[in-house]
């Protein structure tokens, strides 16, 4: 038995989240030219980082559920920076 | 919070389960308690994976079962040792954990962490929800003596902090308890909640009234070292997978695309068909466990819960709610006692971990502290699932009119298609007789 999955847009769109201003991820591009494996286009469970046809990582932090995956599996110290959204900021798991 | 600096005699990072316990016990020893939490209300930050057991919430709140905002009573505890297309599950059902009481419950965690902080509230704390503790105050000796936070002019000056702030405890890490990184010792967990009538929940996993039930998944992960879970609320059920983070990143799959198999396998379908996905989550988990411990106890600071690496990943075990609890109210009441004592240096603190290791949070740690290994072993997750399947498949396939070989001849048989050295199948079995002793 298979079900047809929700397409990736539908399953974000059931997850609160109140977006800041401040970008709580940044991320070295420079660094990223020079990594192979690119751990966190992978495993980010919000698939937030994509890579860019230059070598480099574009990324968007408005979906992040705050895990810290991405800064985790990457192996590059100072590629990406992580800190939490301002207070009340950032995700909002309903349920959880 | 006003504008200006406020001082308390103890501040608690973190409203999740250890810093509510925490804030609990300090304010009900009349010391005067901040309790700072990052989300709009506490549990906005938070996702765990199957059950709260309850027995530690006797020390909180008399007849908590009255009162807790439960979801169901777990009252069917199931694991499933599975390969793509097969399936063996355990299933263990008692009647004597459907009344008070109790054993196990799920709930929401937006619900359940804000009755606990509120039990924190009503005895006196102070809660400040939405703002983040960015630093830690320290003194010309490097004693903690505060927190910074991002309100204009919010530091907050306290005799002893308490740590509460997850798995990526920044305050554990500033002050050089914990590593920066460590995908070894964590693991993934994702999670999608589905609806369902309630009435089709009962009938599809046969449970009555407010019974629920939890399954453990093994070999579910697509050969990543992890699991899978499945338990029921009251109208939605909730299913995902815990996965290392150096395989996860090693084997290049998408996290969903794992839940989506899980979802997809035939002895997991049926019971969601028809299913409309509600929340999805995603939540790191401290898995190493004791030996990956950082120390509990420094000048003005102890650490508790996930920050303090306090999950019991042991396989037939997977607690972390109970143990948060545990440690919270085991560090406020310390605390309390060295507040009143006038010592919160490293040594006035140091009866927190005595508690501990007194009471249930560091001896189940110590003595399972093996078990995480055997379990996420590559062995266990790569070739047991499907030995073990196999063997059971052979059993129970009738091969008229050849006959039974036997059970033994069986097995070997099974060992022998699946390419599992003997040698390292008793090596394993008896690492496991040890590690779950």
């Not at chain 1, 298979?2 to 591009?29: K, Q």
């Not at chain 1, 990406?80 to 009340?88: R, V």
């Not at chain 2, 971990?353 to 055997?374: G, P, Q, T």
Request: net charge neutral.
């Amino acid at each position: 038995m298979h079900y047809p999955e929700v397409s990736f847009d539908e399953r974000m769109a059931t997850v609160e989240f109140r977006v800041g201003e401040r970008a709580h991820i940044t991320v070295d591009s420079d660094v990223c030219r020079s990594c192979t494996t690119k751990d966190c286009v992978h495993a980010c469970p919000a698939g937030l980082f994509v890579p860019t046809t230059d070598g480099g990582i574009l990324f968007n932090y408005e979906q992040c559920f705050e895990c810290g995956t991405c800064y985790q599996v990457c192996n590059a110290e100072g590629a990406i920076t992580w800190t939490y959204p301002a207070g009340g900021d950032g995700v909002v798991f309903r349920k959880g | 919070m006003p504008d200006d600096t406020m001082t308390a005699d103890a501040v608690v990072v973190g409203a999740g389960p250890a810093g509510a316990a925490a804030a609990l016990e300090l304010a009900r020893a009349g010391r005067n308690v901040v309790l700072v939490e990052r989300g709009a209300y506490p549990g906005a930050k938070n996702v765990y994976g199957g059950v709260v057991y309850g027995r530690i919430l006797d020390e909180v709140v008399p007849q908590w079962w009255t009162e807790v905002p439960v979801q169901r009573w777990v009252t069917r505890r199931a694991t499933m040792v599975m390969t793509p297309t097969q399936a063996l599950t355990v299933d263990y059902r008692t009647s004597a954990w459907d009344h008070s009481p109790y054993n196990g419950m799920t709930i929401y965690r937006g619900d359940f962490d804000t009755w606990l902080a509120g039990k924190a509230v009503a005895a006196g704390a102070q809660l400040v929800t939405s703002t983040v503790v960015t630093a830690l105050l320290r003194d010309a000796a490097g004693r903690v003596t505060g927190v910074r936070t991002d309100r204009p002019g919010g530091d907050i000056h306290a005799k002893v902090v308490i740590a509460c702030d997850g798995v990526n405890s920044f305050l554990a890490k500033e002050a050089g308890l914990l590593p920066r990184t460590s995908p070894e010792h964590t693991t993934l967990g994702v999670k999608e909640i589905l609806a369902l009538p309630r009435e089709v929940i009962d009938e599809r996993f046969g449970l009555v009234g407010d019974e629920g039930l939890d399954i453990e998944m093994l070999g579910c992960t697509s050969g990543i070292p992890g699991g899978g879970f499945l338990y029921t609320n009251l109208d939605t059920v909730s299913v995902g997978v815990v996965v290392g983070l150096t395989g996860l990143a090693a084997a290049k799959t998408r996290p969903e695309e794992l839940i989506a198999r899980v979802k997809a396998h035939p002895g997991v379908a049926p019971y969601l068909r028809g299913a409309e996905l509600k929340e999805y989550s995603a939540h790191l988990i401290p898995e190493g466990g004791y030996r990956a411990m950082p120390r509990l106890a420094i000048d003005g600071m102890l650490v508790a819960g996930d920050a303090a690496s306090m999950c019991l990943a042991a396989g037939l075990w997977l607690e972390g709610v109970n143990f948060a609890i545990g440690a919270g109210l085991a560090a406020g009441q310390t605390a309390a006692e060295a507040i009143a004592a006038g010592d919160t240096s490293a040594r006035g603190l140091a009866g927190y971990r005595r508690r501990m290791e007194a009471s249930f949070v560091l001896a189940d740690h110590k003595r399972y502290r093996n078990a995480a290994d055997i379990v996420l072993a590559d062995r266990m997750q790569r070739e047991y699932p499907g030995l073990i399947c196999d063997f059971v498949e052979q059993v129970f396939t009738v091969t008229n009119p050849t006959p039974k070989i036997g059970m033994i001849r069986e097995f070997f048989r099974a060992v022998r298609r699946n390419h599992v050295q003997l040698r390292s199948l008793a090596r394993d079995g008896w690492r496991a007789l040890r590690a779950f002793r």
